[in-house]
């Protein structure tokens, strides 16, 4: 059976350059669509532009009308206050236009990453347990070559990826949005959420310790993160 990827996206934030930053999000589908085994399609969800007209960048356009990928925008961006919020909303609102329930897995994925190799879906593909989970510690390697490794923050699960039964993603969802307005007041983020969420519910998963994603990041000396 089929797993759905959904992939939340913000191609237009304020302090990156649009250019560079749908460039980045085109090379990271591009790599995604290259990795995936044939019985995975893709929902892609952006909120922070109204029409798919107001992408510059011609090969993400043309990238985004895949046959794989289903496109949606979010006409709110409430991750400005909260990305993870911001995110689980693009979530929410997939869920309410592609029946999750059609797919055997749906894999939660926050899009500006670079995967390296198939390995991670094929874990998905042969996953027993509920869920796929991770927190793994990072190597950084930033713009003077100097590499160090953070370690895991406890009590979290990291959201760059993270895959659960579609009737569990269900659930995710409705627990999700009752936690929305609670966590954007404390300042929680989706990360802390999952992990509550897997432990409240004491759902049995598979801790993975590494995803073979590269990630980069502009705020820290251009810093590449290795995870």
């Not at 649009?18 to 893709?42: A, G, K, S, T």
């Not at 329930?101 to 190799?117: A, C, E, H, M």
């Not at 510690?137 to 959201?159: A, M, Q, V």
């Amino acid at each position: 059976m089929n797993s759905l990827i959904f992939c939340s996206c913000s191609f237009h934030i304020s302090h990156y350059p649009h250019d560079l930053r749908e460039n980045e999000y085109y090379f990271c589908f591009q790599q995604l669509l290259r990795m995936i085994p044939d019985n995975f399609d893709i929902a892609i969800c952006d909120n922070t532009i109204t029409s798919i007209n107001d992408l510059s960048n011609q090969s993400l356009q043309n990238i985004l009308s895949n046959k794989k990928i289903k496109f949606f925008i979010l006409n709110q961006n409430i991750g400005k206050e909260n990305i993870g919020m911001g995110e689980l909303d693009e979530l929410i609102y997939v869920s309410s236009n592609v029946n999750f329930l059609n797919y055997d897995k749906v894999i939660y994925w926050t899009s500006r990453k670079i995967i390296t190799n198939p390995w991670l879906f094929e874990k998905v593909n042969s996953m027993k347990k509920n869920a796929l989970i991770s927190n793994p510690k990072f190597l950084h390697l930033n713009s003077k070559f100097n590499f160090k490794y953070s370690e895991p923050t406890p009590n979290l699960f990291n959201d760059m990826f993270f895959c659960l039964k579609s009737n569990l993603m269900n659930d995710y969802v409705n627990y999700s949005k009752e936690k929305m307005q609670f966590n954007q007041h404390n300042n929680i983020g989706s990360e802390q959420n999952i992990y509550k969420f897997i432990n409240d519910r004491n759902i049995d998963y598979e801790c993975l310790d590494c995803l073979g994603l590269i990630k980069i990041d502009y705020l820290d000396n251009n810093e590449i993160e290795l995870i």
